[in-house]
Structures are given as structure tokens and as C-alpha cells.
């Protein structure tokens, strides 16, 4: 089979199908964000889900903090009032015993049915930005004292972190665009860099007759190989886990549309510290899923507007498998025959083999029931 959805053409009010149905999650990184930068790119989101985005899109809010991990705090809807309240509320934590399993209601009042954890969330912007700064204190503390080590292990956790997301978001069908709103880590952990020069642990005074000291002294000297490799060349460790993440991210169907809020600070703060720029984490990021990145942006509602009018075009291919085992993953490779040179296609690098619904984790069986209330699809009976 083969279905044309193109959501800029009038016939797209009608039914679309989910393959080709355009899902966007809002994702807010706290941990590696001024909360000043993540203020602006608020508006900058809220300015695109007015303008930008289609009656036929559905739009999700997530966050991730180093304390709470992500957050979804809104699920893929099409009610723009629920995701302007679910900005309001960046920085919350949502309370899942609150009446609302599906995430689909964000309540500005305490009175609502769908509740946050701690303090009632209005819409006064002062009290927002109070919650985004409440988790937003990781990158300040990644400033000049931070060692290498401390900034691996935060962003190994990030990558950990978001292996559960994409792992969350696999179930949902068709293509998800994540919008990701961050500085990124230090990109040195990928590509190298220098470091804050430290004290040489070689350099101690030994005695040469002293077989434990000259033990000691090698142990040392290792150690100083290995941390200058990292400088020179990156962590493996920290390269490994972002290509996991990424593949995670490519097997759930996610797109990746990385956006550097680096440079919105007010009154032109500069980075924290001696902390290196993240920018080619963002791009490694982007890169890695079929995404772009947008920096150096002054209008970033525009710019994330224009990605979404280069996705707007979907072609579905339908095709029947031979059967295989409920939840295994089957890699899929697309071709374009006689294509125009420079041309790039984008495409889902594979699919998992439905499994039954009893079978679903509780997250998994969350986005599949909010998906197909949320999905447009032909209403019938309900089984008693």
C-alpha cells in the first residue's frame, strides 16, 4: 500500500492515518539548562503551538531534571489550552494518583481533577520560573569546580535517562518529532578538550629502593595515560551510552530536533563557569535520529517552524510481514531509486511486532489508550 499525507493540503482535515499522523513532544532539559535560557524558549514553544502547528497535529510537554528524571507532563493532544497550562508548569512533577492516568489534563487551579505534586501551579509567570529554577541547578553546578568525572557521570545518567523515554514513547505509533530544548553537556566528553590543569600525581618523590612507592608511582602513571586519552579523544563511556541512546531513540520512531537555548539568557549572560559549549552533543544528537539543529537562532518559534513545514509531507508504505514473535524488532531499509542528487531520505529504521495489549508495560498500555482517544480514529462500541 501507498498513502500520500500531506498536512498542508486542504484534504488533510479529513482522517489521517497514524503512521502518518505528526506527533510532537515539547522536551524541556533542566539539568543542563539556565533556567533563564528555559524561560525563553517557553515562550519561543508556546509561540509555535499558536502559530506553527496544524489542527491534526498532536503536541506532548516533557521535562527531564536530574532529580526527578523525565517527566511527561501533558500526553500527545490536540487541546492547545492543556498544552499552554503544561508550560505553565515546567519544573512540576506530575502526581499519577491525581485522577488523570492518561496525562491529558493539566488543571491552573487546585480545584482540577489532574493535579501536580507539592504547591497548586497557576499561571503567574513568577511562580513558573520559581519551578524551573527549583530544577534547574545541575549546570551551574558543572561550572569551573566541576571535575571531568562529575560531568561523565551527569551525562551518562542523562543518556540513562532517556533510554527510558524513548523506551516509553516506542509503543506510540507513527513517527514522533521531539523538540529538545537544552544546552547540551560538554561536548568535550565526545570530542575531547582540555581540562582545568590539575596536580600530576607522577610527580611525587619516590625511593627508588622502595618497591611499593615505584608500585604506586606506575598505578599513577596509568591513570594519568587514561585521563589525558579522555582529554585528547573523548570518554568512551560517555560516546557509548549517547550512541545506546540514540539507537533507542531510532527504533522507537523519534526524530530528534535538538534546539540550542544557549544564547537566549537574559541580558547576554554567558555560559557558567569554564564549562565547554554543548553544541556538538546537540548536533551528535540531532544528527543521529534524522533530525537538525537549530542555534544562533533570534526567532526560534520561526526556525522550529520551518522543520516542521519540511515534515509535513509523509509517504506510508504498507507492506505485510511474515509473521515473527509478539515484541521482536525488525530493521527496515528504504531505497529511492534515480534520486536527484543531494537527496536524503528519512525514514523509520524499524518496527516491533505488536504484542497483546495484557502484555503491555503500564506505560506502554498509557500511550497506546491515550493515542487512540486522542488519535481521530472511527469511534465503536466499548466491551462492558
Known sequence: GFHVVDLAAPAARGAVPPAGRRQLLLFFDLAFSN?????????????????????????????????????ILLGFTSDRRQVDAALDALGAVRNDRAGDPLRLVMSRSAGDRSQVAGPSVEADT?????????????????GKESTRANEKAAATALTRAYVQLAQMLKGLPGR????YFSEG????????????????P?????????LQSLQQQDRANQDVVLSNSEESFGSSQAINALERMLEE??????????????GLRAGGEQGVGTRGGG??????????????LVQNSNDLAGAIGSILDRTSVTYVLSFQPDQGKPGDYHKLRVELKNAPRGTRIGHRAGYYSPRPYAQLNPLEKLFEASSRLMGGEEAGTVPG
Open 176 to 179: 514522533k518529532q521531539v523538540i
Open 185 to 200: 553537556f560538554n561536548s568535550a566528553l565526545l570530542t575531547g578538550g582540555s581540562t582545568s590543569p590539575g596536580a600530576n
Open 35 to 71: 533556567p533563564k535560557a528555559v524561560v525563553a524558549a517557553r515562550e519561543a514553544a508556546r509561540s509555535l503551538v499558536l502559530k506553527g502547528v496544524g489542527p491534526k497535529d498532536l503536541v506532548g510537554v516533557a521535562t527531564y531534571s536530574a532529580a526527578h528524571g523525565p517527566q
Open 249 to 262: 531513540f531510532r527504533r522507537a520512531d523519534c526524530v530528534i530536533q535538538a534546539v540550542d537555548i544557549g
Open 279 to 292: 553544541q556538538e552533543t546537540l548536533l551528535s544528537m540531532a544528527r543521529g535520529t534524522g533530525g537538525e
Open 126 to 142: 513568577a511562580r513558573s520560573n520559581e519551578l524551573i529554577e527549583a530544577q534547574g541547578g545541575q549546570l551551574a553546578n558543572l
Open 202 to 210: 607522577a610527580s611525587a618523590s619516590t625511593d627508588a629502593g622502595d
